[in-house]
C-alpha cells in the first residue's frame, strides 16, 4: 500500500502568519493517465473532512486563495497563507492512484 | 443541495454485523458513486470501500473479507455491512460522494455516524 507521510504532525502559527504542511508518497502518484490524484482535506473540530485541492494544485469551489498546493511525483505540499481563525484543524492528504487509496496521518493546525 | 447522512446503530457488539446506511439527496446514485471512510477517535481516516455509479464495488484490500456495500437507487441509499467486528472497529463512519472523472475526488461529506464496538 502507498504510505503518505505527511511533517511537521503539528503547526503552531500566528493569525496572520503562513503555513507550510509536507506530504510525501512511498511511491510516485503519476497515474498511467499521466494525472496525479493527490489531494488535500481539512477536518475541523468536529466536523467531517472537507475538500481544499485537487489534483496537487486546484482549488475546490469556493476555497480562498490563501490555499495553495504543489509538487508532483512523491513530494506534495500545501501552503496556507494569511491564517485566519477558520484554518484551524488537521490537513489531511489522500492519493486516489493507487489502490487502497489512503490517507496521510494528519497535520494539525494551532494558534500560537 | 447535495447531501448525505449515516445512520445505524450507536453500540455493537464485538464478532457482531455492522450495518449502516446512507441516505444522500441532490444527487442521483446512478450518475455518482458513494465511498465509505473511518476514522477511529482521535486518529486518522481510512478508505473502506466504493459503490460506483454502475454498482460495481471495489474494497480495501485490509477490510475485503469482512466488508459488503450494496444499494437501492430507488430510495438513494448505500448500505455498508461489516461483519466479525472488533474494537479496533470503533470508528466515527463517514459517507462521502465520489466526483468521477476528471478530477477524482470526495467532494461532499456525510456529518459521520459514531460507532463503539464492546467486547
Known amino acids: 500500500d502507498v504510505v503518505l507521510t505527511q511533517t511537521p504532525v503539528s503547526l503552531l502559527i500566528s493569525l496572520g502568519g503562513q503555513a507550510s504542511i509536507s506530504c510525501r508518497s512511498s511511491q510516485s502518484l503519476v497515474h498511467s493517465n499521466g494525472n496525479t490524484y493527490l489531494h488535500w482535506y481539512l477536518q475541523k473540530p468536529g466536523q467531517s473532512p472537507q475538500l481544499l485541492i485537487y489534483?496537487?494544485?486546484n482549488r475546490f469551489s469556493g476555497i480562498p486563495d490563501r490555499f495553495s498546493g504543489s509538487g508532483s511525483g512523491t513530494d506534495f505540499t500545501l501552503k496556507i497563507s494569511r491564517v485566519e481563525p477558520e484554518d484551524l484543524g488537521v490537513y489531511y492528504c489522500l492519493q486516489r492512484t493507487h489502490n487502497p487509496w489512503t490517507f496521510g496521518g494528519g497535520t494539525k493546525l494551532e494558534l500560537k | 443541495q447535495v447531501q448525505l447522512k449515516e445512520s445505524g446503530p450507536v453500540l455493537v457488539q464485538a464478532s457482531e454485523t455492522l450495518s449502516l446506511t446512507c441516505t444522500v439527496s441532490g444527487f442521483s446514485l446512478t450518475n455518482y458513486g458513494v465511498i465509505w471512510v473511518r476514522q477511529p477517535p482521535g486518529k486518522g481516516l481510512e478508505w473502506m470501500g466504493i459503490?460506483?455509479?454502475?454498482?460495481?464495488?471495489d474494497y480495501n484490500s485490509a477490510l475485503k473479507s469482512r466488508l459488503s456495500i450494496n444499494r437501492d437507487t430507488s430510495k438513494s441509499q448505500v448500505f455498508l455491512k461489516m461483519n466479525s467486528l472488533q474494537t479496533d472497529d470503533t470508528a466515527i463512519y463517514y459517507c462521502?460522494?465520489?466526483?468521477?472523472?476528471?478530477?477524482?475526488?470526495?467532494?461532499?461529506w456525510g456529518p459521520g455516524t459514531m460507532v463503539t464496538v464492546s467486547s
Open positions: 459503490i460506483w455509479r454502475n454498482g460495481n464495488t
Open positions: 462521502t460522494r465520489d466526483r468521477g472523472p476528471p478530477g477524482w475526488y470526495f467532494d461532499f
Open positions: 489534483q496537487v494544485s
